[in-house]
């Protein structure tokens, strides 16, 4: 090879790496934040997970009994079998009555009826034609820190007469700061 071809050779490839070089670093670039920001879903999903399941232990100790909470009044809870730093927050809202056919009533609407009146459901069955329902607001929070977003769940539960707990709703946010 003569000495003019070697130089050409060279400056061909040292202009192939200053043409590739760019691309890489882009590239390198990507990849790194693709990572990063399914590290931080994978995060928030877990959390997610974790605050669903103080919600469920917050609906057992409604079952239990152990939250007796006047209407309007709140109280923040720890719960010791999660390790997970959470903020958890259950509000006794005011009462509701539930009719037969699903509507739900309240204030005003509930004077004068009798809650020990029976109805016939669709299946034919003697029930209460209004319940009562007790209503909780619970609001649990995991703060992010850097890259990993907040996640928060909301959910509603009701308490009927007869000690059951039923979940009326429930609502998760993540990255909402």
Not at 62 to 76: I, K, N, S, Y
Not at 105 to 110: I, K, N, S, W, Y
């Amino acid at each position: 090879m003569r000495r003019n071809e070697r130089g050409a050779a060279l400056v061909l490839a040292v202009v192939a790496l200053a043409i590739l070089l760019p691309i890489a670093l882009v590239l390198w670039r990507n990849v790194f934040t693709w990572q990063n920001q399914a590290t931080a879903f994978k995060e928030a999903v877990r959390r997610e997970g974790i605050l669903r399941n103080a919600f469920e232990r917050v609906a057992e100790r409604l079952r239990a009994g152990a939250l007796p909470l006047a209407v309007d009044e709140a109280e923040r809870l720890t719960l010791p079998e999660i390790a997970e730093p959470l903020t958890l927050e259950i509000t006794r809202q005011p009462d509701a009555v539930v009719t037969l056919d699903g509507d739900v009533l309240r204030g005003a609407q509930t004077r004068g009826l009798d809650l020990a009146r029976l109805g016939v459901d669709s299946r034919g069955a003697m029930v209460y034609q209004y319940r009562k329902v007790e209503i909780y607001l619970v609001e649990a929070e995991s703060r992010g820190a850097s890259v990993v977003p907040s996640v928060r769940v909301l959910g509603v539960l009701g308490r009927d007469p007869d000690g059951r707990v039923l979940t009326l709703g429930v609502r998760c946010d993540r990255g909402y700061d």
